[in-house]
C-alpha cells in the first residue's frame, strides 16, 4: 500500500489544487466543486505534501513552477510515495521552453498536461479523463 494512502487516514478529496496564485486556485476549486468534486488546496508542494501525509486524493493538479517547493519536487515526491496517483501538470505564463519543461514531467509518468491559459472545458475533461483512470 502507498505510503501516502495508509489506514490512518483522516480524510480524503478527490482533487489536490497546488498553485501559488491564490486566485486561479479559487477559480479551479469553485469549478471542479460545481461539478460535484471534493477538492482542497495547497499554495506550493510543500504544503500539498503535508496535506497528503493526512489525506487521500485521486488528483492532483499542481503548477510547475512555485516557491519553496515546486511542481517537478512535487511529482518527484509523488512518483516515489505514490507512483499510481494520477497528476495534471500545468504551466505557461509566456514561458519560451514550456515544451521541454512539460516534457519532462511526461518523463516523470504525468501523462496530463495543460498549458496556461487553458479554457475551464479542457481542464474538466482532462479531470474526467485523469479521474476516470485513477485507481
Known amino acids: 500500500m502507498d ?15 497546488v498553485d501559488d496564485d491564490a486566485t486561479l486556485r479559487s477559480v479551479l476549486t469553485n469549478f471542479l466543486q460545481r461539478f460535484g468534486y471534493v477538492v482542497q488546496c495547497a499554495k506550493d508542494g510543500r504544503a500539498a505534501l503535508q496535506l497528503l501525509a493526512r489525506m487521500r486524493a485521486q488528483l492532483v493538479i499542481t503548477d510547475l513552477f512555485m516557491p519553496e517547493c515546486d511542481g517537478f519536487e512535487l511529482i518527484m515526491e509523488l512518483r516515489k510515495t505514490s507512483p499510481n496517483l494520477e497528476i495534471l501538470a500545468i504551466s505557461g505564463d509566456g514561458l519560451s521552453d514550456l515544451d521541454v519543461f512539460m516534457g519532462a514531467v511526461r518523463q516523470l509518468g504525468v501523462r496530463h498536461t495543460l498549458k496556461k491559459p487553458f479554457t475551464l472545458t479542457e481542464l474538466g475533461t482532462i479531470v474526467k479523463q485523469a479521474i476516470g483512470e485513477a485507481v
Open 3 to 17: 505510503r501516502l494512502y495508509s489506514s490512518t487516514m483522516l480524510s480524503s478529496c478527490d482533487i489536490l489544487v
